[in-house]
């Protein structure tokens, strides 16, 4: 979980900063700090749901509560953007593109920080 959230935080400072290059734009920033604070939320979301659903006799309960779990975030995720594109002062674009970033992160951390011959990553 720290290396998708501290890679996803790098990466959100450093696309804002290209957003530089093509002109500022305010709601870009907000829109961009909105979905990184969502990309938090649902991870930690994600893992406190995969926590509870290990925990349950019933594995169609389990999948329950994960699809649930999906369900919530990507509606949530839904209305963000809704929001975005009513109101003027939050980019939707900001909002979508913290979103991508914790898979770009592991796959950075998988080549480039992940000894050989060790499956999870961690020395």
């Known amino acids: ?14 696309s804002f900063l290209i957003t530089l290059i093509w002109g500022f734009e305010l709601s870009m920033l907000i829109g961009m700090i909105i979905g990184y604070v969502y ?18 006799k019933d594995k169609k309960a389990a999948k329950r509560k994960m699809f649930s779990c999906y369900a919530v975030r990507l509606g949530g995720l839904f209305i963000l953007c809704w929001i975005g594109y009513m109101v003027s002062f939050i980019n939707p674009i900001g909002v979508l593109l913290p979103q991508f970033f914790p898979r ?3 796959m950075i951390n998988h080549f480039f920080f992940s000894k050989r011959g060790n499956s999870n990553g961690r020395t």
């Open 1 to 14: 979980l720290s290396v998708i959230l501290k890679g996803s935080a790098v990466m959100s400072v450093a």
């Open 39 to 56: 990309l938090v939320f649902c991870y930690c979301y994600l893992a406190l749901t995969v926590c509870r659903a290990t925990t349950l």
């Open 104 to 106: 770009i992160a592991l």
